[in-house]
Nanobody, 118 residues
Framework: QVQLVESGGGLVQTGGSLRLSCAAS????????MNWFRQAPGKERELVAG????????AYADSVKGRFTISRDNAKNTVYLQMNSLRPEDTAVYYC???????????WGQGTQVTVSS
């Protein structure tokens, strides 16, 4: 019942910034923990950032801590990932995820490509 569409990816130079958006339709995002994952070619998918339903708690992978910020606007059913000081190793397809363990629901977007040039 939830569709997720990522946007905001693109090509940037090292040190640049991007802001990814994840627009949700269907049920309100406030029902879900929201996460950003990424997967680079030849690499395992990894959790980049997560945010609680209320938006008051966040968590980040060590590799992005201090550079990325996850936020959410439940009124707009949108989740964001502000990405600063980008590095080539940040190059990956970024996926938005909505999850509720109690409700046994898990949804994924199609992904958006982020490429950071050297």
């Amino acid at each position: 019942q939830v569709q997720l569409v990522e946007s905001g990816g693109g090509l940037v130079q090292t040190g640049g910034s991007l802001r990814l958006s994840c627009a949700a339709s269907g049920r309100t995002c406030s029902r879900y923990t929201m996460n950003w994952f990424r997967q680079a070619p030849g690499k395992e998918r990894e959790l980049v950032a997560g945010i609680s339903r209320s938006g008051t708690s966040t968590a980040y992978a060590d590799s992005v801590k201090g550079r990325f910020t996850i936020s959410r606007d439940n009124a707009k059913n949108t989740v964001y990932l502000q990405m600063n000081s980008l590095r080539p190793e940040d190059t990956a397809v970024y996926y938005c995820n909505a999850n509720s363990v109690p409700a046994r629901e898990d949804y994924w977007g199609q992904g958006t490509q982020v490429t950071v040039s050297s």
